[in-house]
């Protein structure tokens, strides 16, 4: 099993932060959004770690690659301008036939919730939360029933039942319908296609519709903004999951 890590931004909405920078080194508290990631998988616990770079790529590789972890490899994105399905797609790339966890850099999860997410990995699964007040910029969900698979994904959803976490596991028996719907993504959206829209794609069909992992109750945070990253930094502070995960 494989984790795709997508680190080829620019992080542009971090303005200042991000000028000399990609957004996996941005420090929250001291600590790099790439460790906080990297602390939040079990290494272990995949064959392998891919890291796709692009935006100030040597620096994250560098980084990287100085904590000798053997199963962990960086990979760089020379097109991340375009959207995030090409970070993606330069990942899948890099192997066939095999079950993956996608996940974005700029978010920290605590241990605890990688735990839960274990036990929840069949066929194509997106997480999801239930008890945060989305804004206009999170991704929302709306299920066909409760407790049944995607209907509809999409960030402008004025009816929706849970959020998307910016995380999905791709089952190996999976694999070939997850990257058929990648393609498609590509051709309907061109050079603005994220990896979002393959759930979407996914789930215009009942029959592909992903399923969710419910993740309430845990919390994470999300470092897009300045302002993202001032109220992350305060609450790890006082975020009883990751104080137990440091000590």
Same mark, same amino acid.
């Given at each position: 099993m494989r984790a795709i890590v997508l680190a080829a931004g620019t992080g542009s909405r971090l303005g200042e932060i991000t000028k000399a920078r990609t957004k996996g080194m941005v420090p929250v508290n001291g600590k790099r959004l790439i460790d906080y990631l990297l602390d939040f998988f079990e290494t272990e616990f995949f064959d392998e770690i891919i890291i796709v770079g692009g935006y100030h790529y040597t620096d994250l590789k560098d980084h990287v690659d100085n904590k000798k972890i053997k199963n962990i490899r960086v990979i760089e994105n020379r097109e991340y301008l375009k959207g995030n399905i090409?970070?993606?797609?330069?990942?899948?790339? =890099?192997?066939?036939?095999? %079950?993956?966890? #996608?996940?974005?850099?700029?978010?920290? $999860?605590?241990?605890?919730? !990688? *735990?839960? #997410?274990?036990? %929840?990995?069949? @066929?194509?699964?997106?997480?999801?939360? !239930?008890?945060?007040?989305?804004?206009?910029?999170?991704?929302?969900?709306?299920?066909?029933?409760?407790? %049944?698979?995607?209907?509809?994904?999409?960030?402008?959803?004025? =009816?929706?039942?849970?959020?998307? #976490?910016?995380?999905?596991? *791709?089952?190996? %028996?999976?694999?070939? #319908? $997850?990257?058929?719907?990648?393609?498609?993504?590509?051709?309907?959206?061109? @050079?603005?296609?994220?990896? @979002?829209? *393959?759930?979407?794609?996914?789930?215009?069909?009942?029959?592909?519709a992903p399923g969710i992992c419910d993740l309430s109750g845990i919390g994470w945070y999300e470092v897009d903004t300045e302002e993202d990253l001032k109220k992350a930094e305060a609450g790890l502070l006082k975020d009883i999951n990751f104080n137990v995960a440091a000590k």
């Open positions: 090409f970070t993606l797609k330069r990942a899948l790339n =890099e192997f066939n036939n095999d %079950s993956f966890l #996608i996940t974005n850099v700029d978010h920290i $999860y605590p241990r605890k919730m !990688f *735990v839960k #997410i274990k036990k %929840s990995f069949k @066929e194509v699964t997106a997480m999801c939360d !239930f008890d945060r007040n989305l804004t206009h910029d999170d991704m929302k969900v709306k299920l066909r029933k409760p407790g %049944s698979t995607i209907e509809l994904i999409r960030k402008d959803l004025n =009816e929706f039942d849970c959020g998307y #976490i910016g995380m999905t596991y *791709v089952d190996k %028996s999976a694999d070939g #319908i $997850y990257r058929d719907a990648v393609e498609r993504a590509v051709e309907k959206f061109g @050079e603005k296609a994220v990896a @979002e829209n *393959v759930l979407q794609i996914l789930a215009n069909d009942a029959a592909t």
